[in-house]
């Protein structure tokens, strides 16, 4: 069993491509961990095993999740600033953030 989650809660993932966003149809789950070094790591998971599909590590000064401004629903946004990667999710517990 890997380290437990600071926050948890079930959320689908939607694919970029630089210009549109759609819908990954696996079923998922959001997991914030922090190791045993104090690293903390966004992890997008299966939600029946909860192993990590997608895994990053993230830093406050370099990473923001955010809600996207343009949608009306609860799209999310991780990205990484020195990088510029997004990534896209969809939150399903409306009370959660």
């Known amino acids: ?30 997991r914030v961990v922090e190791d045993q070094s104090g690293m903390k790591q966004f992890q997008w998971c299966d939600v029946d095993t909860k192993n990590p599909i997608e895994s990053f590590y993230i830093f406050p000064d370099d ?18 600033i020195s ?8 939150i399903q517990v409306s009370n959660i953030l």
């Not at 990088?83 to 969809?90: G, L, P």
């Open 63 to 80: 990473s923001k999740f955010e809600k996207v401004k343009q949608s009306k629903d609860r799209t999310y946004l991780l990205e990484m």
């Open 1 to 30: 069993m890997g380290p437990k989650a600071l926050v948890e809660f079930k959320a689908g993932k939607m694919n970029y491509d630089g210009k549109m966003v759609t819908p990954d149809r696996r079923k998922g789950l959001i």
């Open 83 to 90: 990088t510029q990667q997004r990534y896209f999710y969809w």
